[in-house]
């Protein structure tokens, strides 16, 4: 008898209370209930495994997501040109006195999330509210998953404030004070091998950008850029975007060049025009490299491409891929227009 009949047969018998053989009625002995409640248990434990395991999935696809379109956030593409952005913005509508009272009554941590997600609509009265709560939240600030998110969405705003602001709560939500000894926590992370080690990465680029040991977290951001692991490498690069100085923007240059990974090098002309915390300064300070590299011919079209929307991404020209156009208007280009073009000053306050 094949394994499925025995299965089938031993469930049937533990569904039905008798067996009729040959006109009489039998009664499974204990061996035979003994099996089918065994059946009954193993496929109970299946269907259990089956159901955590699917909802854990849900889960983690959720938290995947949520990084994923992280990763999207000012993405420069490689070959098309994003319209201007409207040089008048549609006002939005003043957050009422009361709301803030109301805001003010909240723990910390509903605190918190109201006022970012306030700030990612309206900067001001709510950045400011922030800076003047922000030193009693410190201790009492939890990573929820909904901190995570609005820390995510501030990310992406056209406000150097704001993200500020959002790298400031972010680090408060994870228990790291802007000391050496945070620095030396996110680099156990980063060596332990583990996933956590790359939102380590970044976080440690925020650190970096908040005065904490510029210099090693510089020095661990750049070696981490040269790993083998792909991944590795893309967070690495992240952490140079966020730590927002010269340093990490020579590195980001040479890494759109030189690394291997078409993605990683998207990801480095994302972090000079666009996305982390470089100035609108030192972005435009960018644009002289990203013009040699625009007028050479040992790049690929793929990486020219980048070079050529980063250009469009910290200046708002647009000349495509002719370095003589690009070089003319750069050379009349008069300095105050440079200092206003782009993000500028990263202060909370």
Not at 202 to 224: A, C, I
């Amino acid at each position: 008898m094949r394994e499925t009949d025995r299965e089938e047969e031993t469930l049937a018998n533990f569904t039905s209370p008798s067996k009729t053989v040959s006109g009489t009625t039998q009664t499974p002995g204990p061996r035979a209930i003994g099996v089918s409640r065994r059946c009954y248990s193993y496929l109970a434990a299946f269907l259990a495994a089956a159901l955590l395991s699917t909802i854990a999935g849900f889960l983690a696809a959720q938290y995947q997501g949520a990084v994923t379109n992280w990763l999207k956030i000012h993405t420069v593409a490689a070959t098309t040109t994003q319209p201007a952005r409207a040089l008048v913005r549609t006002p939005q509508p003043r957050t009422a006195d009361s709301d803030l009272e109301a805001i003010s009554h909240l723990g910390p941590q509903e605190q918190a999330e109201r006022l970012l997600e306030l700030a990612i609509q309206q900067p001001d009265p709510s950045l400011s509210l922030i800076g003047r709560n922000f030193t009693s939240w410190r201790g009492h600030l939890e990573d929820s998953d909904r901190l995570f998110h609005l820390v995510l969405e501030a990310l992406n705003s056209d406000d150097p404030r704001v993200r500020v602001a959002a790298v400031e709560i972010d680090l408060a939500a994870n228990d790291l004070g802007e000391s050496p000894q945070s620095v030396e926590k996110l680099e156990r992370q980063i060596r332990s091998g583990t996933e956590e080690r790359f939102l380590a990465l970044w976080r440690l680029g925020s650190l970096g950008n908040r005065g904490v040991e510029p210099v090693e977290v510089f020095r661990t951001l750049k070696l981490q850029a040269h790993s083998r692991n792909q991944e590795v490498r893309s967070w690495a690069v992240e952490g140079l975007a966020m730590l927002g100085n010269d340093a990490a923007m020579n590195a980001l240059l040479d890494i759109l060049v030189h690394d291997p990974a078409t993605q990683i090098r998207q990801r480095a002309a994302n972090g000079l025009s666009k996305s982390g915390l470089l100035t609108g300064e030192q972005r435009l300070t960018a644009v002289p490299p990203l013009l040699n590299l625009l007028d050479d011919d040992s790049l690929d079209e793929a990486t020219q491409n980048l070079v050529c929307t980063a250009l469009e991404a910290i200046t708002g020209a647009s000349f495509g891929k002719n370095p003589d156009a690009w070089r003319d208007w750069w050379a009349h280009h008069d300095s105050q227009q440079k200092q206003s073009s782009g993000l500028s000053g990263l202060s909370l306050a």
